[in-house]
């Protein structure tokens, strides 16, 4: 899946309101995924509806995404997290994101859709951009991600992304993609 890198604003084929660009957007064909603003933040830990979210956004996940970035200023920048936003309609659908800074060259990927939009392909091309997007990260060679034993779905997804199952325990599936 090919992705690209914009500075510019992406543009939806419809007219429904969208986050204020913050300047780096990744666009895939399906997809934008644009870094969460401090507004977007406290909407969700306040518990604001905001008329460009998926009725079931935010999830449990970007609950906790929103509760990380409130305090975390080094995961807004360029490579770290991002709202996934439906190309087509403008809807906010889940989050993606790198938790920066890189440990020793490697950085984790972490996503969530919410369920009305879950079957689309849409975490599969999320991640594939994300991958391919860490790499363009100074001294990043490897991307990867945990999952839990009782998700498998997560890890067929990571699979379609181009992530490798590497290693296991009794709890936790493991991958991870290296740099080409």
């Known amino acids: 899946m090919s ?12 007219s429904s ?34 008329p460009h979210w998926a009725a079931d ?6 609950r906790a995404i929103a509760g990380f970035l409130a305090g975390r200023q080094d ?22 994101g790198l938790f920066w800074p890189p440990d020793e060259g490697r950085l984790e990927v972490g ?11 849409y975490a599969t091309e999320a991640a594939a951009a994300m991958v391919e997007f860490a790499f363009t990260a100074p001294g990043v060679h490897t991307v ?3 999952v839990e034993l009782t998700n498998p779905a997560s890890g067929r997804v990571l699979e379609k992304a181009g992530l490798e199952h590497w290693s296991s325990d009794e ?10």
């Open 3 to 14: 992705s690209s890198y914009s500075s510019s604003p992406c543009s939806s084929s419809s």
């Open 17 to 50: 309101p969208t986050p204020a660009d913050t300047g780096t957007d990744l666009t895939t064909g399906r997809l934008i995924l644009r870094t969460w603003t401090a507004a977007e933040i406290a909407a969700v830990l306040e518990d604001v509806r905001s």
């Open 57 to 62: 956004f935010p999830a449990e996940g970007d």
């Open 75 to 96: 995961a807004l920048g360029p490579y770290g997290q991002r709202q996934i936003i439906e190309r087509a309609g403008g809807l906010v659908v889940g989050a993606i």
């Open 111 to 121: 996503y969530g859709i919410v369920p009305s939009r879950r079957g689309r392909g």
């Open 144 to 146: 990867f991600a945990d």
């Open 171 to 180: 709890k936790t599936a493991r991958y991870r993609a290296v740099a080409p």
